[in-house]
């Protein structure tokens, strides 16, 4: 009986990994290794398919693909296995540690608290870091201060040791070139941390950041793209900003920009949304990596063209 073998579309589809993960990885890693039909288009056994979810799960739960590349079966398995609660609910399953440091900003102990963030940073890597302690905790925060579990100067205080901890990590990252990303925020969103999130993890993967801060006008949004020249604009929204907001100010920003700007956003405030058109939402930091490495292998395409 003939093995089940897929084309690219269908694996694409199933997966939720692009045409350009697949095709990038492929020259990178050797792997998926997709057999050819008559007309040279790629088919994937089953068997691939199959690694090809593990590896899509666990670049959710912020593993790195080059790490997961060189693993067996069995451990990628175990590695799903070992956080799949967390990671489908959204709860860091580190919970325990972290609140450990967040008494550390309750007990007004900033020394203590930049000592912490510096040790979680030299033993996780600036990855880890940012996926598995900056964002459960930014959420944490969050919901402490709605909960009434920590003052609003204490948390001004979380944001800024966060802040000036990323920006002295993201300035250890060598220079990227491509895509060059634009960073910023609309008005009435002065959230700004999970741009510097956003930021380390497309450093991580070669690409030049702007970072304009936070509540910039449309308008100037624009003119900012035009003069720095830039292939994307990269929006944050968090959960306190209006949702019902939020597509038809992308949408009007979209009709603002030039075609040739890609606008991406991200962050809890566009977790429940449909993308408007042109406009591409990512829900997690692996989808911000992996929008990079698309942009970069369809750029590579069109310089071959």
Avoid at 114 to 120: C, H, I, K
Avoid at 181 to 205: C, I, K, N, R, Y
Avoid at 289 to 296: G, I, T
Wanted: a neutral charge; proline letters at 7%; charged letters at 25%.
């Amino acid at each position: 009986m003939p093995k089940p073998l897929f084309n690219i579309a269908t694996v694409e589809r199933d997966v939720g990994l692009s045409k350009d993960v697949l095709r990038v990885w492929e020259r990178r890693y050797g792997f998926p290794s997709p057999e050819r039909d008559a007309h040279d288009e790629r088919l994937y056994p089953l068997d691939q398919v199959e690694r090809l979810r593990l590896l899509k799960r666990l670049m959710d739960q912020g593993h790195r693909p080059g790490r997961l590349m060189a693993l067996p079966e069995a451990e990628l398995a175990a590695l799903v296995k070992a956080r799949p609660t967390a990671a489908e609910k959204g709860i860091p399953d580190n919970t325990e540690a972290l609140e450990d440091v967040i008494a550390l900003i309750k007990n007004h102990d900033a020394t203590g608290f930049d000592q912490a963030l510096q040790q979680r940073l030299a033993k996780e890597g600036l990855q880890r870091f940012v996926q598995d302690t900056m964002a459960p905790l930014t959420s944490m925060i969050g919901q402490a201060w709605e909960a009434g579990r920590i003052e609003v100067y204490e948390e001004h205080l979380f944001t800024e040791l966060s802040n000036r901890m990323l920006r002295k990590a993201i300035s250890g990252v060598p220079g990227g070139q491509a895509p060059r990303v634009m960073l910023t925020t609309l008005p009435d969103e002065p959230h700004g941390l999970g741009l510097l999130m956003v930021e380390s993890a497309l450093s991580l993967e070669g690409a030049h950041c702007i970072p304009l801060g936070t509540q910039m006008p449309l308008m100037s949004i624009v003119e900012a793209a035009r003069a720095h020249r830039a292939n994307v604009v990269a929006l944050s929204f968090s959960a306190a900003f209006p949702a019902r907001q939020i597509p038809p100010l992308l949408q009007q920003l979209r009709e603002l920009l030039p075609e040739r700007v890609a606008l991406w956003a991200g962050g809890s405030g566009v977790s429940r949304l449909a993308p408007p058109s042109g406009v591409q939402l990512m829900a997690s930091l692996a989808e911000v990596q992996s929008a990079a490495v698309e942009w970069q292998a369809a750029a590579k395409r069109e310089a071959r063209a």
